[in-house]
């Protein structure tokens, strides 16, 4: 599914990616780079987890950050947005608005799908205008808003989660 959304953004002339590598960084970092991703900005809220990421760096140029990742400065030019909340979008309504383009966003789906999505663009102040749903290259469903395109995508990990990503 990662390679999907990533995909949505190949298109663009993006360079830098903020995001949260997780507990293996060097994975998130060769992934990112296998899609042309050349500058690092990576959170992490976690102390013992940035402790591992620190040790299993092997080359510099990346930027950790030892916070959540909602502190990120939102809407750096020629950046993605690889926003992975672990929340649902009930706690989350102030970071769905602050980013604007350019995003993947990833929420824990433990409320209905209905209400994630109503949320989701509700706190954006968007209208859908269309929605498409597609089976290829995997189940998605195309939201055209008043201000832009998305991308929803649903998926079991451990517990139910969700992604928004704006193309357009």
Do not use: W
Not at 3 to 9: A, D, E, I, N, R
Not at 40 to 60: N, S
Not at 119 to 131: A, H, N, Y
Request: contains cysteine; negative net charge; proline residues 3%.
């Amino acid at each position: 599914m990662r390679h999907f959304l990533f995909s949505l953004f190949a298109d663009m002339e993006l360079n830098n990616i903020v995001g949260l590598a997780g507990p293996n960084i060097r994975d998130y970092i060769e992934f990112c780079k296998s899609k042309g991703y050349t500058e690092f900005e990576i959170y992490e809220k976690d102390g013992l987890t940035a402790i591992h990421q620190l040790v299993h760096l092997e080359e510099g140029g990346i930027q950790l950050n030892l916070k959540d990742i909602i502190h990120a400065v939102p809407d750096k030019p020629n950046t993605l947005y690889d926003l992975d909340f672990c929340a649902t979008v009930r706690h989350l309504k102030e970071h769905i608005v602050k980013f604007k383009e350019r995003f993947i966003m990833t929420f824990a789906q433990r409320v209905s799908k209905e209400e994630t999505i109503s949320t989701f663009f509700d706190e954006r102040e968007e209208k859908i205008l269309e929605e498409r749903t597609n089976k290829h290259p995997l189940k998605h469903t195309e939201f055209i808003t008043n201000k832009g395109r998305y991308i929803y995508v649903s998926y079991k990990d451990t517990t139910p989660m969700c992604c928004f990503a704006k193309v357009s």
